[in-house]
Nanobody
Framework: QVQLVESGGGSVQPGGSLRLSCAASGFTLDYYNVGWFRQAPGKVREGVSCISSSDGSTYYADSVKGRFTISRDNAKNTVYLQVNSLKPEDTAVYSC????????????????????WGQGTQVTVSS
């Protein structure tokens, strides 16, 4: 069965950190660009960060630059998102996706070429 499963979400105070994981099964992530997207209540889904399958190049939304770090471990068929210095406005459901796109920007900004989506994991930041 082909699927992406996210984990690592939770409730944290402002300034806290989490490590989100996106594990693939039924297919190999090696050949896909992988990205993290988030959707807050009443807002459109936005691309947070994406990482290339070929050269490891990355894309970050301006709102998370310097605070979030995406990485991949192809041996574990998993992509991670380290989220630091969390703010209340980071509260959302975070989902990962695997895509075939020419660039990570195309994936994160236009959500083009997405083949698989995960179910999502909730991140809540509040005091």
């Amino acid at each position: 069965q082909v699927q992406l499963v996210e984990s690592g979400g939770g409730s944290v105070q402002p300034g806290g950190s989490l490590r989100l994981s996106c594990a693939a099964s039924g297919f190999t992530l090696d050949y896909y660009n992988v990205g993290w997207f988030r959707q807050a209540p009443g807002k459109v889904r936005e691309g947070v960060s994406c990482i290339s399958s070929s050269d490891g190049s990355t894309y970050y939304a301006d709102s998370v630059k310097g605070r979030f770090t995406i990485s991949r471990d192809n041996a574990k068929n998993t992509v991670y998102l380290q989220v630091n210095s969390l703010k209340p406005e980071d509260t959302a459901v975070y989902s990962c996706a695997a895509a075939i796109t020419p660039t990570v920007q195309a994936m994160c900004v236009a959500r083009s070429g997405v083949r698989y989506w995960g179910q999502g994991t909730q991140v809540t930041v509040s005091s």
